[in-house]
């Protein structure tokens, strides 16, 4: 993903596809309307509930139910934010042990500074303790604008990821993105359970550094307003829309220790080049020009099953022109872009519910990605990631009551694994497969299904390429 390489890639891609209009955003809770919704997520603990960030300094919590009458009030911590523009109450995490120690952890602006703290629900689960508050870190604000906001916990290691803008104005005039003796420009990783207030992960690239003006938070830098991260759940990589500044919006594919490349770069393309000596800036995996879009709103991998077209593909945003896109991406091939449709109302954020269902917010109402078709047919669709190692997902679709056979192969016809075999119900399946205990090569997945209610039979048999 070096930056010459990855250009080639983007132009190659840049004027990306349209895809058949096969659902359309549907406002998931028409009874219910928000005042500056800014983040839509859940608390991991089966509750099945949402939980609204309004940027004023509130935070909401309801019935994942379309039919909901009412939101309660979770946290309001008003009279510590300062909002308006782009600062307030801007990212919201549930501990992934919430069910047992109820910490949630916020990031906000106040009169001057960034602030990341953690907060615990009461007796009552729908209320969270205001005055609980306890300060994990903050750091200045130069400007009022390019205050990042997200935070999430990363699925694989339990820290907590922070993604900081590079403290605002325009062109970074202090080039804080480029300097790893700030915060600014940055996504942070902490362990909030190693330490009080929290401990620096083995991992972080600056963790051995000796310098004490190297800020150790540090997980990767170079980045101008990254608005709105996500973790896939399947991979566990880490996705960032980064906010252009008059040209360009990227998409990145964060990593340990990476030099995303602002100010040196905007997108693909150089802006500042001064003391631009750093001798590997990382190339975003997809961006586009002002002619498309102006501030992107990052998104999420679909891993829902309501969509099984956007199974796999990162859904995001444009915050100005209100297109909502699908990318493909799967490390390996060139990546492509779908224009899926244009969203009714601003995309302020994306985000999902514990079924994996996907959400766009606006700063009034929540909508949901709802099918416009049915799907009538028997389906095998194309594994997803392909090539894959180790694991890869196998999607398919059954229109009636079925029995159902789903084997591998190898490329001399020998039987591996056996996917799933028996009844099964109508409804669209996915189900993940893992060769890590195989060579290299190609394998076949082969699908024999025949309805319990009709004369309709079917037989598919895909490729697949497993690379180590």
């Known amino acids: 993903m070096i930056r010459n390489l990855v250009y080639v890639i983007i132009l190659l891609c840049i004027t990306g596809s349209s895809i058949n209009a096969q659902f359309t955003l549907q406002n998931a809770f028409p009874n219910l309307t928000f005042n500056g919704a800014v983040f839509l997520t859940h608390a991991g603990d089966n509750t099945d509930r949402i939980f609204i960030v309004e940027q ?30 782009e600062k307030g109450l801007l990212g919201l995490a549930f501990h992934p042990d919430y069910e047992t120690n109820g910490y949630i952890y916020v990031n906000y602006t106040n009169a001057t500074s960034t602030v990341i703290s953690r907060f615990q629900v009461t007796s009552n689960p729908d209320s969270a303790d ?45 080039n804080y993105a480029q300097r790893i003796n700030t915060l600014l420009g940055k996504i942070l990783c902490i362990d909030v359970d190693g330490g009080t207030p929290y401990a620096i992960p083995p ?83 997809w961006e586009y020009s002002h002619s498309v879009g102006y501030s992107i709103t990052g998104g999420y991998v679909y891993r829902g099953q309501n969509v099984p077209e956007l199974l796999g593909k990162y859904i995001y945003a444009d915050y100005g022109t209100k297109k909502v896109w699908a990318l493909s991406y799967d490390g390996i091939n060139p990546p492509s872009n779908q224009l899926l449709l244009t969203a009714a109302n601003n995309p302020t954020s994306f985000g999902t519910d514990q079924a994996g269902e996907l959400y766009v917010v606006g700063f009034n109402n929540i909508y949901r990605f709802t099918p416009t078709v049915t799907l009538n047919d028997y389906r095998l669709e194309q594994n997803y990631p392909n090539p894959f190692n180790p694991s890869t997902i196998i999607r398919y679709n059954l229109p009636e009551d079925s029995e159902v056979t789903i084997k591998i192969y190898d490329a001399l016809g020998n ?48 490729k697949m390429l497993y690379l180590k």
Not at 234 to 244: E, H, R
Request: proline fraction near 4%; hydrophobic fraction near 30%; charged fraction near 20%.
């Open 56 to 85: 004023a300094g509130r935070i909401k919590v309801f019935p994942n139910s379309s039919n909901a009458l009412s939101a309660k009030e979770y946290l309001n911590i008003t009279d510590r934010v300062s909002s308006g523009g």
């Open 130 to 174: 205001k005055n609980s508050e306890f300060q994990l870190l903050t750091f200045t604000q130069p400007y009022s604008n390019h205050n990042g906001g997200w935070i999430g916990f990363g699925p694989n290691d339990g820290y907590l990821y922070i993604a900081t803008g590079d403290g605002g104005s325009g062109g970074d005039p202090q």
């Open 203 to 285: 991992t972080n690239p600056f963790v051995d550094s000796t310098n004490v003006n190297v800020k150790k938070e540090i997980y990767a830098w170079g980045l101008r307003n990254p608005w709105r991260c996500s973790f896939d759940p399947v991979t566990g990589w880490l996705f960032a829309g980064d906010v252009g500044q008059g040209d360009w919006e990227e998409i990145d594919f964060i990593e340990n220790g990476k030099n995303y490349g602002w100010r040196c770069y905007e997108g693909n393309h150089t802006y500042n080049m001064s003391g631009c000596n750093y001798p590997e800036y990382v190339f975003p995996i």
């Open 415 to 462: 039987e591996v694994d056996t996917i799933t075999t028996g009844f099964q119900q109508k409804g669209f399946y996915q189900r993940t497969w893992n060769a890590e205990s195989l060579a290299s090569g190609v394998y076949l997945v082969k699908m024999n299904a025949k309805s319990l209610s009709s004369d309709k039979t079917f037989s598919r048999t895909m």
